[in-house]
């Protein structure tokens, strides 16, 4: 079974900073996908990036990039140029390769504070 | 094209009633997920189904809960005999392949 950590409960920072959310998993699967979802208080699960565990370039999507490390089964969240509608609960998730779609599995998540 | 629509958003049962869950995937997405979003916590991942078959269920609890993606229409998470544990927020994702897209998710109370 996977299992996906995010140890950062709750982080908080100006408008404008850069943050890291870090996240680390464990599996024994060497063909899987990583993603980084945002839930703002809307509640709605909104797809911010992912990442192919087979691909060694890291995933950008405009100010959200990865920090994708195999070796370490560690895969962190940077926001640049943070601003307030970033504001979120944010889950890191892991699924399985191999075929076909498979269920997620989630970490606890990080509540992001960004603060005017 | 319309995104992954749940219905209804908000739904209220009295212990014992049954609830019923809908979910349309986007147009093309042949898998659909069901998740639960207990408070202060992640999402779980109960079933995946594609079209009139449950592909994985492994995370649904063994009794009272149950789910169908049918050749016509929506997908539907159904739990019967309700009990005040089961209020939680249900998601339900679909995917062309492995990207999974949510819904707005349905919140259920039981009162």
């Known amino acids: 079974a996977q299992t996906v950590t995010q140890s950062q409960p709750e982080m908080s920072v100006q408008e404008a900073e850069t943050v890291t959310l870090s996240c680390t998993y464990d599996?024994?699967?060497?063909?899987?996908?990583l993603f980084w979802y945002k839930q703002p208080p809307s509640r709605q699960m909104i797809l911010v990036i992912r990442?192919?565990?087979?691909?060694?370039q890291n995933a950008t999507e405009n100010r959200f990039s990865v920090n994708f490390q195999k070796a370490a089964k560690s895969f962190s969240l940077k926001i640049s140029d943070s601003q307030l509608g970033d504001t979120a609960m944010y889950f890191c998730?892991?699924?399985?390769?191999?075929?076909?779609?498979?269920?997620?599995?989630f970490g606890k998540g990080t509540h992001l504070i960004i603060q005017p | 094209n319309a995104g992954v629509m749940q219905n209804p958003r908000h739904l209220v049962r009295r212990r014992g009633q049954e609830a019923r869950l809908r979910c349309s995937p986007m147009?093309?997405?042949?898998?659909v997920y069901w998740y639960r979003q207990l408070p202060e916590e992640g999402l779980k991942f109960m079933v995946y189904?594609?079209?009139?078959?449950?592909?994985?269920e492994s995370g649904m609890p063994k009794e009272r809960f149950s789910a169908e993606f049918p050749k016509e229409g929506p997908s539907i998470l159904r739990i019967q005999q309700v009990v005040r544990g089961d209020s939680a927020a249900y998601f339900c994702?679909?995917?062309?392949?492995?990207?999974?897209?949510f819904g707005p998710g349905t919140r259920l109370t039981v009162t």
């Open positions: 994702a679909s995917s062309p392949q492995w990207e999974q897209y």
């Open positions: 599996t024994s699967e060497n063909n899987y996908y």
């Open positions: 990442q192919e565990a087979y691909k060694q």
């Open positions: 998730a892991f699924m399985k390769g191999g075929g076909g779609a498979d269920g997620l599995t």
């Open positions: 147009k093309g997405h042949s898998h």
């Open positions: 189904l594609q079209k009139e078959n449950i592909i994985d």
